[in-house]
């Protein structure tokens, strides 16, 4: 597996073998790779022939008083662990690099930035948005896959993909859950012992909500306040949001009629934690 820090180096790689006729495909991901990142490595692989992970803390996607400076950073243990998944090439370049002297363009998807993570981090899909501009862009992937977990951000990808007609085949990965049923994610290494106990209560809400929906209930509002009561009861935990959206808009939705997203962030003491359960009309 190849390691470079260098965007010459990644880019004329991926334009070797796209010369040889192989399929790229691309995981872009923040680092502190855990094994729900490693699932997304290896359906790029089935895929296609090559698969280019970036590990990139992006600066332009963090809010003022977020995380960026103690986000974990595990660099060796992520090359690893994504060769172990299957890619052929991992690119680790520095913010200068990505947003050389000079930078001034950002990418702006209009609507669903504004709802939900976007609402509540105002400017994050921006830098999502912009960082994976310039990472296609050095990479030129024939396809990318992102996490179900994000589910906002995946939606907000596929729609600049789509608008800027990119040429890029966006590919949704499931989430992957703990034993807990807990969604697997980088900043779960921040809560205490205590806090994991009642961070899985969020998924014990989303089952729930799922069932209601299961038994027939159509009402939206009924299953929003499904998820609140299976976590109502804990100290540890406080609902940011608790909303049922169309999975590719965005948009609010009032009935189950067809697909549902029921997307909650919620903060496990100072950890705040994102999931969400996909739920299908029954027929």
């Not at 790779?33 to 803390?57: M, N, P, T, Y």
């Not at 608008?163 to 969604?183: K, Y």
């Not at 590719?248 to 934690?273: C, H, I, N």
Request: with cysteine; hydrophobic share 45%; charged share 25%.
């Amino acid at each position: 597996m190849i390691i470079t820090d260098n965007e010459q180096s990644i880019s004329e790689l991926s334009a070797k073998w796209r010369k040889e006729g192989l399929t790229v495909g691309f995981v872009p991901t923040m680092g502190a790779l855990h094994d729900g990142h490693k699932s997304l490595v290896r359906i790029a692989a089935e895929a296609s022939d090559r698969v280019v992970v970036s590990i990139f803390v992006n600066p332009v996607q963090f809010g003022a008083g977020e995380d960026l400076l103690k986000y974990p950073r595990t660099p060796l243990e992520d090359c690893r662990a994504v060769e172990e998944a299957g890619a052929s090439a991992v690119f680790t370049p520095e913010p200068e690099a990505v947003y050389p002297n000079g930078f001034s363009t950002g990418i702006h998807v209009e609507g669903m930035t504004s709802l939900l993570c976007g609402a509540a981090r105002p400017g994050h899909f921006d830098g999502v948005t912009t960082v994976c501009s310039v990472l296609f862009g050095i990479v030129k992937p024939h396809l990318a896959v992102f996490g179900m977990k994000d589910a906002q951000q995946l939606a907000v990808v596929r729609r600049m993909v789509t608008d800027l007609r990119m040429g890029i085949q966006i590919i949704a990965a499931p989430i992957v859950r703990e034993a807990d049923g807990i969604a697997m994610s980088s900043r779960n290494r921040y809560l205490s012992a205590l806090e994991r106990i009642d961070a899985s209560k969020i998924f014990c809400g989303l089952k729930a909500a799922e069932q209601l929906a299961r038994n027939g209930e159509k009402k939206c509002s009924l299953l929003k306040e499904a998820f609140v009561e299976a976590v109502r009861n804990s100290a540890l935990l406080r609902v940011q949001y608790v909303e049922t959206v169309d999975p590719d808009t965005m948009e609010r939705v009032e009935s189950v009629e067809e697909r549902v997203l029921l997307a909650v962030a919620v903060f496990a003491g100072q950890t705040r934690l994102i999931d969400n359960i996909l739920i299908q009309a029954e027929v």
